[in-house]
């Protein structure tokens, strides 16, 4: 196996301070200075990084083709795609920025540019944010969605990216999928984080309360089981950070692994919250770490008066500007900085005479073959790795193209699962998540056992084959689709599509629920028939644990067998009513 | 004076507040009467059954609270209040139920009318809370979503 230079660099603790490696190709052509050299603005500078998904090499993320905005979000960022997302925010096509925020030409523009992301990278330009602008300035903010999506958060139960995050110096952080670990696990993780963990929307339920859990929550009184906020001085002004957690974790997330906890957005109880901090704390600026998703952060935004910025995640957009809300206080600007690594949102805020004056706003894309490893970071990585890396590298197919998931629809690499899905458990059609994580594998390159980990890494990966009437079928759909593409953003759970396997259908997502989905038809061409039932192979079940192998297994075993991950037919619906959308692009199926 | 919220969780578990009391006890005297109501399969034969009257004057002043999407169907949670003078009684309705009456509360003179409960969904639904003050029927509702779940990114 050929080690990378970027491996070989990080073997040797080789790194410059801040700057280039010493290379040929790209990264010697590119004059990279630019690209993070950010001026100053400002007295506050906040760093924002969120849903990596414990991503801690460097790594392939395709941006999605498909994000579609219904109602009130059609044609606003973030659902925007392709060339319509870089004519918006000004970007030139063909450049390294027009590949780190769109999926246009990527495996030829990947080649060129290289891996994003990777926490030895990341460290090495956070460090240099913050020392250019003044490390008592500065705050480091983590959205969350960090202690899962890898094999090694699934073996050390998340607490490898708490060692990460650590090293990485976060300051603040809440949460989504660190809540599918066990309740004492979570407690745990939390105290060996050396920042604060924040969620003001968490709240216990009045039966553990009873059974004794005021021993560890934070707030009887409220029944805030987190500490809500924290204030910061900084730069000569005061600043209060407010934590919203994933809203929708129990229902989008087994509850089963958190039964004393109960989530929503709950506007009214922020809304009392930010008035509390603004009479009692008198801060200069207040920021929300968020983790509703960019959709639900515009409207709650709109609806909560009283906080100046939104640093958001959940949904995996990597927007190169905030949007403005204006609302009953003035506006909030909401931000959303993508995922897996591949981004650092730098937001600095001009704070004078008790407010926000201005603000100048960066997101920069994490080109890991432009900066540095930092050693420290790297020898902790390759000791996090070291118990597992037989695991994680074994080699286990060729990919005949690109392999991705992020999209409304099915990706790739999900199709590769849906097939593995029917194959190896025996069954008409099959049915996977579409979460918005899981890297991406460019065409020629071997599919590694980390690739399917990073595809399908969760705390619930148990599979199932079980017979589902075609109306169960069709309620699952519909169900999902509702949780996307129903045009009032709190109704939305976030995540795309429902992957599927063996059967196509048409979709139309302007429909209501329950109206969304008709012609589900096998591959074979038969019509899904309501009354009749077909063998269903699934994973990561909510309700109850299912009886099956694990996911990972059973998708290394099909591609171990194949040789080659190659795709016969993309289950991907046909779309009404959405062709002149700017949220789609290069879709066959309209 | 500090009691705080799990010694007050205790008392009402051990049914010594009075407020348990008073909403057993009329159920009970009044068994025979609302049974028609309880078991009404449409949401307008059970309000006319348990109010008199299937038409509620949409209110201000009574706040319903539940959430948005329901995180367990089978426990939702919901919170009404109302500050309205003579407050007589408080009912719940969840129009897609089987039996949409799901609960009534009588409030006695000169208790705040604020109750909270839970309530089973099978699937998508209106909730409705009515509020009889004054022989009148004021009502708020809301629509609380009923998820499958799963498939969070």
């Known amino acids: 196996m050929s080690m990378s230079r970027r491996e070989f660099a990080q073997l040797m603790g080789l790194a410059g301070a801040a700057g280039l490696l010493p290379t040929t190709g790209f990264a010697a052509k590119k004059q990279s200075a630019d690209l993070y050299e950010v001026p100053n603005f400002g007295n506050v500078r906040l760093l924002h990084i969120t849903d990596c998904h414990a991503q801690l090499l460097p790594v392939y993320f395709r941006e999605p083709n498909v994000n579609l905005g219904i109602g009130p979000a059609y044609g606003k960022a973030p659902h925007l795609v392709g060339d319509k997302l870089l004519n918006h925010f000004g970007i030139a096509p063909n450049t390294l920025e027009a590949h780190a925020f769109s999926y246009l030409k990527f495996n030829e523009a990947a080649q060129k540019y290289g891996k994003v992301g990777g926490f030895a990278h990341i460290k090495t330009l956070v460090n240099r944010l913050r020392e250019g602008y003044g490390r008592d300035k500065t705050l480091l903010l983590d959205g969350g969605d960090t202690w899962q999506g890898s094999g090694t958060s699934y073996k050390t139960r998340g607490m490898d990216m708490v060692k990460a995050t650590n090293e990485l110096g976060v300051d603040i952080m809440t949460g989504h999928w660190e809540f599918t670990y066990h309740q004492e696990e979570i407690l745990n993780n939390i105290k060996a984080f050396n920042g604060e963990f924040l969620a003001h929307n968490v709240m216990i339920t009045e039966d553990a309360l009873f059974e004794g859990a005021d021993e560890y929550i934070f707030d009887e009184d409220s029944g805030r089981v987190f500490k809500p906020y924290m204030m910061r001085e900084m730069g000569g002004a005061r600043v209060a950070i407010i934590g919203q957690a994933f809203p929708r974790t129990k229902i989008a997330n087994p509850a089963r692994f958190i039964p004393d906890w109960s989530f929503d957005i709950f506007d009214r109880e922020l809304q009392e919250l930010v008035d509390q901090i603004r009479a009692e704390e008198k801060p200069d600026a207040v920021v929300v770490i968020s983790h509703n998703g960019m959709d639900v952060d515009l409207a709650m935004a709109s609806r909560v008066s009283g906080i100046d910025v939104i640093l958001g995640g959940h949904t995996h957009d990597g927007m190169p500007q905030p949007t403005v809300v204006k609302n009953n206080a003035g506006q909030t600007l909401v931000c959303n900085v993508g995922s897996n690594g591949k981004f650092v949102g730098v937001m600095d805020l001009d704070i004078r005479n008790g407010k926000v004056q201005g603000f100048n706003y960066r997101l920069l894309p994490v080109f890991s073959e432009l900066l540095a490893p930092d050693p420290a970071m790297a020898k902790l990585i390759t000791d996090i790795r070291a118990p597992y890396t037989d695991w994680l590298n074994e080699e286990l197919a060729v990919a005949d193209e690109v392999m991705f998931r992020r999209g409304n629809f099915n990706g790739t690499f999900d199709q590769v699962i849906c097939d593995a899905l029917r194959e190896q458990l025996d069954a008409q059609v099959s049915l996977s998540p579409g979460f918005r994580w899981g890297t991406s594998v460019l065409e020629g390159q071997m599919v590694r056992m980390e690739h399917v980990l990073d595809q399908t890494c969760l705390t619930y990966p148990e599979t199932y084959a079980r017979n589902m009437k075609g109306s169960d079928l069709k309620l699952i759909l519909e169900d999902v689709a509702d949780n996307i593409f129903n045009p009032e953003p709190y109704l939305q759970s976030g995540g795309d599509m429902v992957r599927v396997g063996g059967f196509d259908y048409v979709c139309d997502p302007m429909k209501p629920v329950g109206q969304r989905i008709s012609e589900m038809t096998l591959d074979n061409g038969e019509k899904i028939d309501m009354n009749k039932e077909y063998k269903v192979a699934g994973w990561a079940t909510v309700g109850a644990r299912s009886e099956g192998p694990d996911i990972w297994d059973v998708t290394a075993n099909y591609l171990r067998d194949k040789k080659v991950a190659r795709i016969s037919k993309l289950n991907t619906p046909k779309l009404k009513n959405v062709a002149n959308n700017p949220g789609i692009a290069a879709y066959a199926k309209l | ?153």
């Open chain 2, 1 to 153: 004076m500090s009691m705080n919220r799990r010694t007050v969780v205790k008392a009402i578990a051990a049914g010594s507040a009075l407020v348990g009391a008073s909403v057993m006890m009329p159920r009970v005297a009044m068994a025979a009467w609302t049974e028609s109501a309880f078991k009404a399969d449409k949401q307008d034969a059970a309000m006319k059954a348990l109010l008199g009257s299937a038409d509620a004057a949409d209110s201000a002043e009574v706040t319903l609270k539940a959430p948005d999407i329901a995180e367990n169907g089978a426990v939702v949670p919901v919170t009404v209040r109302t500050k309205m003078a003579n407050v007589e009684s408080i009912s719940i309705f969840v129009a897609n139920n089987p039996n949409p009456l799901v609960a009534e509360f009588i409030i006695p003179a000169g208790t705040e009318a604020d109750v909270s409960t839970r309530l089973r969904m099978g699937k998508t639904s209106q909730v409705t809370a009515v509020v009889k003050a004054d022989g009148k029927l004021y009502s708020a509702a809301k629509e609380v979503k009923v998820t499958i779940g799963g498939c969070g990114g």
